[in-house]
């Protein structure tokens, strides 16, 4: 196991799934979102297992490992990349949100909107409300297949109302920062609240 700073890194899945307490905080999104700077940022918080499971498409189950134990998930978008990234982050972002264990565990997402220190980034406020309207579509499209085909999945939101995070069963929260600067105050705090000492 890597520690740097407070945070420690847990190499393999095995040694995260063994702890008895849950303080492992879960890095998602897509590749080239800013991960992995978050992972190995030194940040002031309780000793936390952090996991950062890799974006690419292919290793997305990796994820079902490790969200049975996590206090939380920080989900991590490029602001300065939105736009062409934005469907894509959506549906990643939908998979979390539906899956079981975060409903039924009320695991709380951060959607944490990096890269803000360049001048072509997004707002969170502008991220939020395009992920919103993405998710609304993808529930949608999702809802019209038969439920039997769908595993592992809760539904989302409010039927018949257009989709907004304030509907979901977990807290979810939207923020902004910048990994290569340091700005990631708002993950720090996340793990705060939701990381047992």
């Known amino acids: 196991m890597r520690q740097f700073g407070n945070l420690r890194a847990v190499p393999g899945a095995a040694s995260c799934l063994k702890s008895s307490k849950s303080n492992t905080i879960v ?21 936390v ?31 300065q990349d939105f736009l062409s990234s934005m469907q894509a982050a959506a549906e990643y972002l939908y998979d979390i949100l539906t899956k ?25 406020e502008f991220i939020k409300k395009q992920l919103e309207k993405e998710v609304n579509k993808l529930r949608e499209s999702r809802n019209a297949i038969s439920s039997a085909d769908i595993t592992d999945e809760v539904e989302l939101g409010v039927p018949g109302e257009a989709f907004n995070f304030s509907q979901c069963q977990n807290k979810v929260t939207v923020a902004e920062g910048a990994g290569l600067t340091g700005n990631v105050s708002a993950v720090e705090q996340f793990i705060r609240e939701h990381v047992r000492a």
């Open 27 to 47: 890095l998602s999104g897509l590749s080239g979102s800013g991960k992995t700077i978050l992972f190995y940022q030194k940040g002031k918080v309780k000793p």
């Open 49 to 79: 297992h952090v996991v950062d499971v890799p974006g690419h498409a292919r290793l997305k189950p990796k994820l079902d490992e490790f969200l049975p134990r996590a206090a939380g998930v920080v989900f991590v978008v490029d602001a």
């Open 100 to 124: 079981a264990t975060v409903v039924k565990k009320r695991i709380p997402v951060l959607i944490f909107c990096n890269k803000t220190d360049k001048v072509t980034a997004h707002s969170k």
